[in-house]
């Protein structure tokens, strides 16, 4: 091997070679905010924040639990709830379609993924949307999984984590996303009255229907730095007040300002603080444990 | 969930100015795009009835075949109403409003006002009456009739303090055994900076959760346009109709048609797509009960409206009112969890 190689990584060695499909997908990654050249690897292990501009990028939610709870400890349920396109609804691409391009795209069901498991070896139950999934929308399935999900919570008498980032009720369900409000809402009451903690964790961004029900009804209500989250999209806001938005506006930041939050929790720390939390809300203690191993691309 | 400007939502429909009450009038001129034949009916019958009073001729019974003429083609009209043509009448600038229907069913009236943290929202109407002597407490959304009463009532669209007021109304009602009325009609909850500042999403989230457990029934009444969340924040309870021409959605039609085809020129088509009419969500299990309306639609009588919503609100009242609270709490709970069970 000559210097020449040695110094000069593959990827830029192999560029204009007809057959590219060496090169592992995924292996190098663009910084979408300091456009920076990042590592795959290293950058899944710094849970995929830029470690030059800090910039966090989105987790799929099985990553995001992955990273949440105790190696060895994550069992997953409600798989069996799938959705159900009750209205038959059609626009330029049939509802149908769309699910199956986005359960290929994503590998999962629906936008919610939920796990019984352990953090720092106290048992919750920990649910995660997952925003590829048609932008993380609200119907029957998300709704139903995540009902499901307290419902365990609280016939094991443990608390409930959920990490929020989502565009809102999904539309193609039209009333029955909107129901899933109320109905989530209705579980979480019942949480509070037992005296279960539940803990919500806004990641950019959370809007509309969730955000305007399960989202903002946590004991803690939780942000990662920078996510937004609000009722009406910034576009909506600017249409109808005909001013532009302050900057910062519906950032986690102008959440805490305003109140609606009770912290910003980075990610690097998400582990440590919310387990410190639910040792004092539960009368719990807390042992030391690692999380799963963020996946590796394939090589 | 977007919701369009009120302006832009209006002006869809056709633009409007009146400084009259539905309540005062019985027979509107306005008309929607696929009314027109009303429109030349009852053109026609005015113009002879003028006629008639300055010649000694008698003409009735010309009228009243124009009259039996208008009645057909105003059933033949309301009879086949695409999605969208309900949508229509169900924002009908002169459909009536929360506050018409408490002049007109609700006896004893005291409105009560703010939060008690920041202001009050007049989108939001909360007081206590009695409907047919029953004493209940009434929270519902106003758009407001004059253009004065539309901006003072912010279009129908409620800010954070309108939630909690109407919350606080509802803890009180259930304090005091009161059984809660809502009547929705919003546009949507009000998007703009100090309504996010001051925790639109919360509000409405509290809103939904409490409804689900307070011990006192509680009857919602789509009225006119029920707009997603901003509606469902008044419309948890344990019995839900809608008047036959209103309508209920999770998007607004404009803001359906926005996303997916990038013009709210399409919105007939997402409102098609979406079934925002309570005959679909009754068949969806979303819904108890439709209300007919007078023929034409609620506006052309808000009287004749007014007098059977507070028929059967008085029927469900003395239904509800003999159930057990524990009974009553575990079937608004299971009824909540069950939606979109298949």
């Known amino acids: ?299 | 969930m977007i919701h369009l400007s009120p302006f832009l939502a209006y002006g869809l429909t056709t633009a409007y100015v009146t400084t009259t009450t539905a309540v005062d009038v019985k027979m509107n001129l306005n008309y929607l795009s696929f009314e027109q034949d009303i429109a030349k009916f009852e053109g026609q019958i005015a113009e002879l009835k003028l006629a008639s009073t300055d010649q000694d001729v008698d003409i009735s019974d010309e009228i009243n075949s124009l009259k039996q003429k208008l009645k057909k083609e105003t059933e033949s009209i309301y009879k086949n109403l695409t999605p969208w043509q309900v949508v229509q009448v169900a924002r009908h600038p002169q459909r009536p409003y929360t506050s018409d229907y408490i002049k007109l069913m609700v006896d004893d009236w005291d409105e009560l006002h703010g939060d008690r943290h920041f202001g009050d929202d007049a989108a939001i109407i909360g007081g206590i009456g009695r409907i047919n002597g029953r004493s209940v407490m009434i929270i519902g959304e106003e758009k407001g009739r004059t253009v004065t009463e539309k901006v003072s009532r912010n279009f129908g669209m409620p800010r954070p303090e309108g939630y909690r007021k109407a919350l606080r109304l509802m803890e009180m009602a259930e304090r005091f055994q009161l059984p809660i009325i809502t009547l929705i009609d919003t546009p949507g909850a009000y998007p703009g900076i100090d309504s996010e500042e001051r925790g639109i999403s919360e509000a409405i989230a509290q809103n939904l959760a409490v409804m689900s457990r307070l011990r006192t029934p509680i009857i919602c009444t789509v009225i006119g346009e029920g707009s997603s969340g901003g509606a469902l924040a008044i419309g948890v309870g344990d019995h839900l109709n809608m008047l036959q021409y209103s309508t209920y959605f999770v998007i607004s039609p404009e803001g359906c048609a926005n996303i997916i085809w990038k013009t709210v020129e399409k919105a007939p088509l997402a409102a098609e797509a979406m079934g925002v009419t309570s005959s679909k969500l009754e068949d969806l299990g979303i819904i108890d009960e439709t209300i007919p309306e007078p023929l034409g639609g609620a506006h052309r009588d808000p009287a004749m409206m007014a007098e059977a919503l507070k028929e059967r609100l008085s029927k469900q009242l003395d239904e509800l009112c003999a159930v057990d609270t524990e009974q009553l709490l575990a079937k608004r709970y299971e009824r909540l969890m069950s939606y979109g069970n298949e």
């Not at chain 1, 008498?157 to 909107?178: D, K, N, W, Y």
């Not at chain 1, 910062?248 to 690097?268: N, S, T, V």
Request: proline share 5%; charged share 30%; net charge positive.
């Open chain 1, 1 to 299: 091997m000559s210097w020449f190689d040695k110094i000069v990584p593959k990827v830029v060695r192999s560029e204009g070679r007809k057959n590219a499909s060496s090169v592992p997908e995924g292996l190098w990654i663009n910084c979408p905010k300091c456009s920076s050249v990042l590592y795959g690897p290293e950058l899944d292990k710094n849970l995929k924040v830029c470690p030059k501009c800090d910039h966090y990028m989105r987790l799929t939610a099985r990553l995001r639990l992955d990273t949440f709870l105790d190696e060895g400890s994550r069992e997953e349920f409600t798989q069996e709830v799938e959705p159900i396109d009750r209205l038959k609804f059609k626009d330029i691409k049939k509802y149908k379609d769309r699910l199956s391009a986005a359960q290929k795209d994503t590998g999962e069901k629906d936008a919610l993924v939920v796990m019984r498991g352990e953090l720092k070896g106290m048992p919750v139950v920990a649910v995660a949307f997952e925003f590829k999934f048609m932008g993380g929308s609200m119907g029957y399935a998300v709704g139903e999984r995540f009902t499901r999900a307290a419902n365990r919570a609280l016939e094991e008498g443990i608390p409930l984590v959920c990490f929020s980032a989502t565009g809102g009720a999904r539309m193609q369900e039209a009333l029955i996303s909107l129901m899933q409000m109320a109905k989530t809402s209705a579980v979480i009451e019942r949480m509070k009255q037992k005296g279960l903690p539940y803990i919500s964790v806004m990641t950019d961004p959370v809007y509309g229907g969730v955000s305007a029900s399960l989202a903002l009804l946590g004991d803690i209500n939780a942000a990662e730095p920078g996510s937004r989250a609000g009722f009406a999209g910034p576009n909506i806001i600017e249409q109808t007040i005909r001013q532009k938005l302050p900057k910062g506006f519906q950032r986690a930041e102008f959440l805490l300002e305003h109140g609606a939050i009770d912290m910003i929790i980075e990610r690097k720390d998400m582990r440590d603080t919310l387990a410190r939390l639910l040792a004092k809300m539960t009368g719990r203690s807390p042992v030391e444990r690692e999380s799963a191993v963020p996946e590796q691309p394939a090589a």
